[in-house]
């Protein structure tokens, strides 16, 4: 039998769960052992074919910091033409996102065209995965959101990743505690978006 009232806990934290602003993100967050339950379970989604394709990237502790300047580096060399202004925002934009939280993961799509399964179900599978992680997470007491942006777009900063050419970045899942709640957002209206079947 259902425990009602802890069910309704456990989706009441649910039905609060949003994207954190990912400069407000810091520690603490998910340790070794929790991270690897947290990664565990997110991947724990709908893989037609068990074709497992999707892997992660964890960048922790000083890895982040390295990872940041690199790309800030390789930003001003993919971006020689651009208004000084406004490369220079960008590079503090990307240094100070890859830093704030304390446990950066990238869910690497390793989609395969030749499998016998189709590529959308496999690219469908590793979005999943990084909506598994971001909800593992939040019924573990963790805040987080699921980026992409430039990084995940430009091969040269893809290889600075560890990301290989027959890859793409699913999303980059920023995972910590926010220091300071933002109000929650105007979210989608069930009656628009939920209709039932009938017979024509």
């Not at 992660?56 to 790309?71: M, N, P, S, W, Y």
């Not at 033409?81 to 446990?103: F, G, H, L, S």
């Not at 027959?166 to 209206?189: C, F, S, V, W, Y």
Request: charged fraction near 30%.
């Amino acid at each position: 039998m259902v425990d009602s009232e802890r069910l309704d806990k456990r989706l009441k934290r649910l039905e609060r769960r949003r994207s954190a602003a990912p400069l407000q993100l810091s520690a603490p967050g998910p340790d070794a052992e929790t991270l690897r339950r947290l990664l565990t379970i997110a991947m724990r989604v709908p893989d037609h074919g068990k074709l497992e394709p999707w892997r992660f990237i964890v960048l922790e502790g000083d890895a982040r910091i390295e990872v940041a300047r690199q790309l800030a580096a390789t930003y001003i060399v993919e971006n020689p033409n651009e208004d000084a202004n406004k490369r220079d925002k960008q590079i503090t934009k990307i240094a100070a996102i890859w830093a704030a939280a304390p446990v950066v993961v990238i869910v690497v799509s390793r989609a395969n065209s030749e499998a016998k399964k189709p590529e959308w179900e496999q690219i469908l599978s590793a979005g999943a995965v990084c909506m598994n992680l971001l909800t593992a997470a939040t019924l573990a007491g963790f805040d987080g959101v699921w980026l992409t942006g430039w990084a995940a777009y430009n091969e040269a900063a893809k290889r600075i990743l560890g990301v290989v050419p027959h890859e793409r970045i699913a999303g980059i899942i920023h995972l910590g505690t926010e220091n300071e709640k933002q109000k929650d957002r105007p979210r989608p209206d069930y009656d628009a978006l939920v209709t039932r079947w009938r017979s024509q």
